[in-house]
């Protein structure tokens, strides 16, 4: 199954707040995007790895 527009629209955004700083709104679009993630794919996808990744990447910056 293909990752949805919205779900990539997250991980892009997500992205660029993390890029500038802004983890306060970075952190929670990661969290939405791996809950909807291990949802459709289940929590072993590589696309569910690579948002879990992201998250933790997030987390500890």
Same mark, same amino acid.
Request: aromatic share 4%; net charge negative; charged share 25%.
């Given at each position: 199954?293909?990752?949805?527009? &919205? @779900?990539?629209?997250?991980? /892009?955004? &997500?992205?660029?707040? @993390?890029?500038?700083?802004?983890?306060?709104?970075? !952190?929670?679009?990661? /969290?939405?995007?791996?809950?909807?993630? /291990?949802?459709?794919?289940?929590?072993?996808?590589?696309?569910?790895? !690579?948002?879990?990744?992201?998250?933790?990447?997030?987390?500890?910056?």
């Amino acid at each position: 199954m293909p990752v949805s527009t &919205a @779900e990539r629209f997250h991980v /892009e955004v &997500a992205g660029a707040y @993390e890029s500038v700083g802004d983890l306060a709104r970075a !952190i929670p679009l990661h /969290e939405t995007t791996l809950t909807d993630s /291990e949802r459709v794919f289940g929590p072993d996808h590589p696309t569910t790895q !690579i948002i879990r990744s992201n998250l933790d990447k997030a987390r500890t910056t």
